[in-house]
């Protein structure tokens, strides 16, 4: 079974500062990983993913995130975050199981972005 | 443009009366999949179709039918809807050759039950 933990459920932090949304997940298998992004009243679209090759990854919007197979992590970093990041984000794996590849997600962190 | 369309985006209804939410893709995908959004639980998968007249339970099916008659149509049934299914909803899909399993959404129905 795989899992996947997003510590924060919330995050404040000012415009322009940086920003690092933790995301752990579990799997006996190898993964795939995302994060999504929910704007107020929308639905969730794809900021960026790791399928394989170069463990730093870039998004959509300036994040980016990092794979750490030893710390079994996908945390996700901003260097300076506007007020239009303010979101929730969510952190999936995905993994093959007999039924395909089923998208298992985090429980959300809350970025606000204050001025 | 491609697109998931969910329908409606807002409803509140009273406990069991039936009712239907539609989700329709015009991306051609096989694969098709029902989401609930609850706050502190993330999305949990209630359904989901590996194409058509293929559909199978997710993690909370419970409360919950669907049918997959034609590719692009994934409609979720609540034959009597409960207060705790009061949530957010949200259909996605992707296409079967995809092996990495990321999903495309709708931009979810909120759905109050009374």
């Known amino acids: 079974a795989q899992s996947v933990t997003q510590l924060d459920s919330q995050v404040p932090v000012f415009e322009e500062a940086p920003v690092e949304l933790r995301c752990n997940y579990s799997?006996?298998?190898?993964?795939?990983l995302f994060w999504y992004v929910q704007y107020p009243n929308q639905g969730l679209q794809l900021l960026l993913k790791?399928?394989?090759?170069?463990?730093l990854v870039k998004g959509i919007n300036g994040f980016e995130a990092e794979f750490n197979k030893s710390q079994t992590s996908f945390h996700l970093r901003k260097p300076s975050v506007h007020i239009s990041d303010t979101a929730e984000y969510f952190c999936?794996?995905?993994?093959?199981?007999?039924?395909?590849?089923?998208?298992?997600f985090g429980t959300g962190t809350q970025l606000k972005v204050e001025l | 443009e491609a697109q998931v369309t969910q329908n409606p985006r807002y409803l509140i209804t009273v406990t069991g009366k039936k009712l239907t939410v539609t989700c329709s893709q015009n991306?051609?995908?096989?694969?098709m999949s029902w989401y609930r959004q609850d706050p502190g639980l993330g999305l949990r998968q209630i359904y989901y179709s590996m194409n058509v007249e293929v559909t199978d339970k997710g993690d909370v099916p419970e409360g919950y039918k669907v049918s997959r008659k034609e590719k692009r149509n994934f409609p979720l049934i609540l034959e009597s809807p409960s207060p705790n299914q009061t949530s957010l909803y949200f259909c996605?899909?992707?296409?079967?050759?995809?092996?990495?399993?990321?999903?495309?959404f709708g931009e979810g129905s909120r759905l109050t039950v009374l």
């Open positions: 790791y399928l394989s090759g170069s463990t």
């Open positions: 999936a794996v995905s993994s093959f199981t007999g039924g395909g590849n089923k998208l298992t």
């Open positions: 991306m051609n995908h096989e694969y």
């Open positions: 996605a899909s992707r296409k079967a050759g995809s092996n990495t399993g990321e999903l495309f």
């Open positions: 799997s006996s298998v190898s993964v795939y």
